[in-house]
């Protein structure tokens, strides 16, 4: 995998375009990649409820738990489900809102400075080897192309919301995501 001569599309994945947004502060780039964990309705996998979310066309009335997320504007760079798919959402140039309430290293609103990357599962299922392999050609390429992101700087939801978010969840496999981006940890 890698991005287009912008940077701004990873190539060979499909692209939808979330109005959910904006542009990071001047002058900041992305420096951290947050690894996400998310399954609409909650523990059910498939159904394109995801991109719905994303693309603020969920509607409340398909299940009792999209009443509760009616209204939620949110979104991630990218997403990768169980069988490996991968979307595109937002560019990384551009700020998704992912991240919410968080913290890194003392700096607060991560959304400012980070990339997104959801993957279609929950705290309690293992994650599918190749959403691992496309997770780490997803980093991959992000740490080719935005030479401003450490190696080390892959973290999940629960490390810059401690306490409000508990994804990727338990069993989300680090050492295999590091052995595949090639890093010692």
């Known amino acids: 995998m890698w991005f287009d001569e912008s940077g701004d599309y990873l190539q060979g994945v ?3 375009l979330s109005p959910n947004c904006d542009d990071r502060p001047d002058g900041v780039q992305p420096n951290l990649i947050v690894v996400h964990g998310i399954s609409l309705p909650p523990n059910q ?18 299940d009792p738990y999209f009443k509760k997320i009616e209204g939620l504007r949110v979104s991630a760079h990218f997403f990768v489900q169980r069988g490996g798919e991968v979307t ?10 992912h991240a919410g309430i968080s ?65 990727p969840g338990r069993y989300f496999n680090w050492p295999a995501l590091w052995r595949l981006i090639n890093l010692t940890n």
Not at 88 to 97: D, G, L, T
């Open 45 to 62: 996998f498939g159904g394109g409820y995801v991109h719905q979310l994303f693309l603020n066309q969920l509607d409340p009335d398909e």
């Open 14 to 16: 499909e692209v939808c």
């Open 103 to 167: 913290s890194y290293q003392g700096q607060e609103r991560c959304n400012d400075f980070s990339i997104g990357i959801e993957l279609e599962g929950t705290d309690d299922t293992p994650y599918t080897a190749i959403q691992y392999q496309q997770l780490a050609q997803i980093i991959l390429a992000l740490q080719k192309s935005y030479p401003n992101i450490p190696k080390a700087a892959v973290v999940g939801h629960s490390d810059i919301a401690p306490g409000r978010k508990t994804d």
């Open 88 to 97: 595109q959402f937002v560019s990384p140039k551009k700020r998704a809102w």
